[in-house]
């Protein structure tokens, strides 16, 4: 069992990477007019960034759910 946990772990870390860079670059080409709208919604590098914040925080999650299952199976 422990042998196909952490190759889960593994595989959730580099998604929690690639969700973490993928959200800076959003983050980073965001204008001054995406900063400084008014009333007209979000813009989409702003929706792109929310949605790979929000897939970090559940590729984490997951994660430590894994590092959890496999703390208690080794006890």
């Known amino acids: 069992m422990k ?4 190759p ?8 929690v990477v690639v969700s973490l860079v993928r959200g800076i670059i959003a983050f980073l080409h965001s204008t001054r007019e995406d900063l ?9 590098n702003q929706l792109l960034q ?6 970090r925080i ?3 999650a997951l994660a430590v ?3 959890a299952i496999l703390l208690a199976i080794s006890r």
């Open 36 to 44: 400084q709208q008014q009333g007209t919604g979000p813009s989409p």
């Open 65 to 67: 759910i894994v590092v």
């Open 50 to 55: 929310n949605k790979m914040m929000f897939n």
């Open 8 to 15: 889960i772990i593994v595989v959730l870390v580099i998604m």
């Open 3 to 6: 042998y196909i946990l952490i």
């Open 58 to 60: 559940k590729y984490q």
